[in-house]
């Protein structure tokens, strides 16, 4: 297909799918040539894409409840044509609304009818090795030749202080408790590792993350959560600057490995093959069970995927990303 003279690019709506889109998009830039790709996002993620050096606008999307409105902000950039990440009949109609000439992406029932050009058919149960590998596909079938190799970024902003070796917990998913290993193994962790290593703990997440950060907070002394105080901007330096990120199958896992800072990734009722992070700096643990992976945001059980991941191997593989023993403080 011969590229078109500019090309919106609809951003996926969480922040690790967001993540994991990346390589597509960077391949749709090179596809272009010197034509203008722009991405339209969330305002929630415009930190992120504007990290992207191969993105040359960012249209972020403020008022995400008004279909019209966002329907206005896409129509005032001109573009010839639009790609879909999201599998949403909502961003196709979006894309329609807005008098895109061109709209392109997986077509399922009902958005199909909305599609200028099906890329991709979903169909019922379809899945790819990974989930970068499904927004990888759709950029190809366009024409666009690429990689899952992590893109390069633009530098993060630092306060122009050296930063504190910290250990960074995001011990939230914003999917559903599913997901989340539980708060008195996050305690366990953080005391081995704050006496193993001296480095002190910090806690990370959103808004609807601060009674659990609070729990394991209140819980060991000296560890300070900052869950729902920073901005998307401040949570990327953040983890950064980090010596160690330990999380969940969660946006921050997606965004440590993409900035190559050492993980540690605890998955429970997702699958590490489908939706692991990119690059490969991430060490994951994860206990099959009979029901796994279920990818259901509430266990109906007893949480065995994750309750059977136990501190003591946790606390190994964290020592071993940081290169550090048991003994060794800095």
């Given amino acids: 297909m011969i590229p ?18 990346l390589p597509a998009v960077a391949s749709l830039k090179r596809w272009l040539g010197g034509g203008p790709l722009a991405v339209a996002t969330p305002d929630k993620l415009r930190a992120l894409w ?20 966002t329907a206005q902000r896409l129509r005032e950039g001109k573009f010839e044509a639009a790609l879909l990440l999201p599998n949403s009949p909502r961003s196709a109609l979006e894309a329609r609304l807005a008098g895109i000439p061109r709209i392109w992406g997986k077509t399922a029932w009902p958005r199909s009818v909305l599609l200028s050009r099906p890329v991709l058919r979903g169909e019922p149960g379809e899945t790819f090795p990974r989930q970068a590998a499904s927004y990888l596909a759709l950029a190809q079938e366009l024409g666009a030749s690429g990689s899952l190799a992590t893109p390069e970024l633009r530098p993060i902003a630092s306060s122009g202080q050296p930063p504190e070796p910290v250990i960074a917990f995001c011990p939230g998913a914003e999917y559903g408790p599913a997901k989340r290993w539980p708060a008195e193994s996050y305690m366990i962790l953080a005391r081995r590792l704050h006496a193993a290593t001296g480095y002190p703990v910090r806690l990370y997440g ?125």
């Fill in 206 to 330: 959103a808004a609807g993350d601060r009674e659990i950060c609070r729990q394991i907070a209140s819980a060991v002394p000296g560890v300070e959560s900052l869950a729902g105080q920073t901005s998307l901007e401040e949570f990327l330096s953040a983890l950064a600057h980090a010596r160690l990120v330990v999380c969940n199958d969660s946006g921050a896992m997606h965004v440590a490995a993409l900035l190559g800072v050492p993980v540690v990734a605890l998955f429970g009722s997702t699958d590490p093959v489908r939706t692991g992070p990119l690059g490969t700096t991430t060490r994951v643990l994860s206990h099959p069970v009979p029901c796994g992976p279920c990818f259901l945001r509430t266990c109906p059980r007893d949480l065995a995927c994750l309750r059977q991941i136990h501190p003591e191997a946790v606390f190994s593989a964290c020592l071993e990303q940081l290169g550090c023993s048991p003994t060794v403080s800095s």
């Fill in 4 to 21: 078109p003279p500019s090309l919106l690019v609809r951003s996926p709506n969480w922040l690790g799918d967001a993540v994991l889109s």
């Fill in 50 to 69: 504007d990290l992207c050096p191969f993105v040359d606008r960012v249209v972020a999307l403020d008022r995400p409840n008004c279909l019209l409105c």
